[in-house]
């Protein structure tokens, strides 16, 4: 996108903000976009959640809480005539939308992304992900909004956050759930036709959004939690991440959850991990999400102790999923390669850019990135070099 459009953009979506704002619309159509959780009707919602049950009708909703980041999530409970509860239709939600300028400019094509996996491929892999009811979005005022169920309610679900403790049983199911995942889709059984965008495009996006001057600012901001070789050869991590991206150009792909941090697992009541927050899937090589994982939900002497042994758990995975042929040694050397894109999901969060929303708490952000500059310190990533598949005849995989 040309500097030029941006702005046409930006101003346009900002003028629609300014609108939605001011008037406060409340979505009554079934075609309407609502602006936001308090834009919604009881008719707007009988429209979204009761079209399969003739007779059906949302009789009343309560708006709960919730937390800002990219996007705006809150809490929904919903009441239904005696129709609708006989039909067992779904009362307790939660809600993903735009209704500020900043959530409008940040998520960019990831809400349709994720509508879209979890509508048409959601059902079809073996992983624990939340059920999407309902999405909808408007391209001109940039507004966007989702309907899910609330995982908290119908599964019991303990979202992960920097105390949880991922012991080696969670950690493989972490792996065995990217495994699934990627094998699912990999090479020759990518979603083509779906319009997923490539991690090398998402990232020149992010680049567009101003996210390396963020990274540089954060560097210096969080020296303290970064280990004395990395920070000082801070002035190298973009550089280096940009020439890792070559993995992504020269290997054969998968679908990519790409942002497989911390805080979007989850523990359902019964044990099992989950993923949720599917906004920034896109088409990359596999080495992205594991590494991005690793680095991020483990504690550093956990992941110290297990990353070899997960790996290969995930290799075995993968090669009786899929295709994947790839020496441990080769496998090993990609996972190294892609800890730099993972800590630049992160830098920018602690500084973030004037064209993103402040997404995540301070103290997160720290710990997440000193986990991961303390891995890109353990594995020698500035002297790894981008490692393609196995030519030599006779390799043993």
Known sequence: MEPSHN???????SANVLRDYMIRPIAREPADVPWGPRGLSEEWLTAALCDKVPGARVES?????GHDGSNVRRALRVAY???GERAGLPTALYTKSTPTLLTRLASGVGAASEARFLTR???????????LYFSTSDRASGRKFHIFEDLVA????AFCGISTNISRDRADQI???LAALHGHFYGSALPTDQRFVTYDAWFQGGARLGIKESHDRAMVEAEDVIPPDVFARKDDIWPTAVRMLELHHREPLTLLHSDVHLGNWYVTGAGRMGLADWGCVALGHWARDFAYAISTTLQVEDRRLWEKDLLMRYLDAMRESCDLKVSFEVAWNQYRSQLFAALLMWTPTLCHPPTMPDMQPAYISRELIRRMAIA????DTFNCEVCFHDQTPGVVH
Not at 7 to 13: C, H, P, Q, T
Not at 61 to 65: A, K, P, R, S, Y
Not at 154 to 157: E, S
Request: net charge negative.
């Open 154 to 157: 119908t599964k019991a679900a």
């Open 121 to 131: 491929f959601g059902s079809q892999v073996p992983i624990e992900l939340p059920i």
């Open 81 to 83: 005539n005696d129709i």
């Open 376 to 379: 890109i310190s353990d594995l």
């Open 7 to 13: 702005l046409g953009v930006r101003a346009r979506i």
């Open 175 to 177: 792996v065995d759930t």
């Open 61 to 65: 909703l309560q708006v709960g809480g």
